[in-house]
């Protein structure tokens, strides 16, 4: 288990097909919006409707409540207290486990709702989530803003993946989430691996609508200790995660170049290849293999 700041991504995409001669569906917004953040949001009120955030409220004047964001337990409990009040999400998060800042995770699947989903005729649709943790956030998030959308959630650590699949189950959207470990750590599209829950739909000629992915972001704990002495100040939140939620033979940029190269082999089984991306020149690097590749499209958010 390590603990350190969780660094700032931005989304890349990729498609294998070549841009739809029809417009982009113009078609009514598929998101939920009774499911959202509000644009402040007060602690004190979200403890008033989650009593297991009180303990951790420290009031910054009589009006107004804040939390100790360099305690992990106090940022564990806000998160769970956020998916529970905002979204009607019961999740367990584990105290060794990554614990997703909730308005990261939920502007990427604004970000699919407004650049990938208008892609698609209106329709059911089917995403996976590569290294979808013990949260299961993506999926979870999806399930709720995404009204149109199932998900396929696959992790290499049993553990989180049986975590994973308690928090489906305790929501009752075990119709709409299926779990998956991937036994093969040199993979991370294990399609074709034996007992995938692949989704028995054809969109537009593939499996999957998209896949998103928030990669292990270091190579080593050396890079995160380098890293976050470059950085001006002690960071303000720290993230406690199993090493495996962090680190990566190669870093970034190995697990999301050899993404690229499975996406190669897997083509237009999923139309629409995402994920985060938190260095510059893992993302210079990447547009030079997509475009090496032959992706008929990409674009990345600034």
Avoid at 54 to 67: A, F, G, H, M, Q
Avoid at 113 to 132: K, Q, R
């Amino acid at each position: 288990m390590s603990q350190s700041q969780e660094p700032t991504k931005q989304p890349l995409s990729a498609s294998p097909s070549p841009p739809n001669k029809r417009a982009r569906t113009d078609q009514p917004d598929n998101s939920s919006q009774h499911y959202d953040l509000p644009e402040e949001i007060s602690y004190r009120a979200v403890a008033d409707k989650y009593d297991e955030l009180k303990p951790y409220l420290v009031s910054e004047s009589c009006e107004r409540s804040t939390i100790d964001f360099k305690n992990p337990d106090a940022v564990r409990v806000l998160n769970q207290a956020l998916l529970s009040v905002y979204f009607d999400l019961r999740i367990h998060l584990p105290s060794n486990s990554l614990c997703p800042t909730i308005a990261n995770r939920l502007n990427y699947i604004k970000w699919l709702s407004t650049n990938i989903i208008p892609e698609f005729t209106p329709g059911p649709l089917t995403g996976l989530d590569i290294g979808t943790g013990a949260s299961c956030i993506y999926p979870l998030l999806g399930a709720r803003y995404l009204s149109q959308c199932k998900f396929v959630g696959t992790d290499i650590n049993e553990e989180s993946v049986a975590i994973a699949s308690q928090n489906v189950d305790q929501n009752e959207l075990h119709d709409i989430i299926k779990v998956f470990l991937n036994t093969d750590r040199h993979t991370t599209l294990p399609l074709d691996a034996l007992d995938f829950p692949l989704p028995n739909m054809d969109i537009e000629g593939s499996n999957f609508a998209f896949c998103v992915c928030n990669p292990p972001f270091y190579e080593s704990i050396d890079e995160r200790l380098r890293l976050r002495q470059m950085k001006r100040g002690a960071p303000s939140l720290n993230t406690i995660a199993k090493d495996d939620e962090l680190y990566t033979e190669g870093g970034e940029e190995s697990f999301l170049s050899r993404l690229v190269d499975e996406s190669v082999l897997c083509a237009k089984r999923i139309k629409w290849y995402t994920t985060m991306v938190g260095k510059k020149n893992t993302l210079a690097l990447l547009k030079t293999k997509l475009r090496g590749a032959g992706a008929k499209q990409s674009f990345s958010a600034t």
